[in-house]
């Protein structure tokens, strides 16, 4: 099954920075963590892409309906709770704000 979103860069950004954090964190042996681990690593790949390539095209205000990304179910729901763990570690209100509203959506549709 797969998770349509239609995101601002604005919120492919946040994200973007926000998953990126999980390179930082130290290694681990425990097997279901590195699952979720790889899982997430390939989500802020795909996010940092995306974001990459909205800068090189110039486009970071696209139509209203906003940029289309497309997640398998496992990573629309590993993404939710990275957002949910690691949200406190933003401290910029806006990005914040914007991470909470994503989270919600993909909430919405996990369930």
Request: hydrophobic share 40%.
């Amino acid at each position: 099954m797969k998770i349509d979103l239609k995101l601002s860069y604005d919120q492919i950004s946040a994200v973007s920075i926000l998953t990126h954090q999980v390179y930082d964190l130290k290694p681990t042996i425990n097997v279901s963590e590195n699952k979720i681990r790889c899982i997430a690593y390939n989500i802020a790949d795909k996010f940092m892409n995306k974001r990459k390539s909205i800068i090189k095209s110039g486009n970071l205000v696209k139509k209203k309906n906003g940029f289309k990304m497309t997640l398998k179910f496992n990573e629309a729901e590993v993404l939710h709770q990275i957002i949910v763990d690691m949200i406190n570690t933003v401290n910029d209100t806006y990005y914040r704000t914007i991470l909470d509203k994503l989270k919600n959506e993909i909430d919405s549709k996990i369930i």
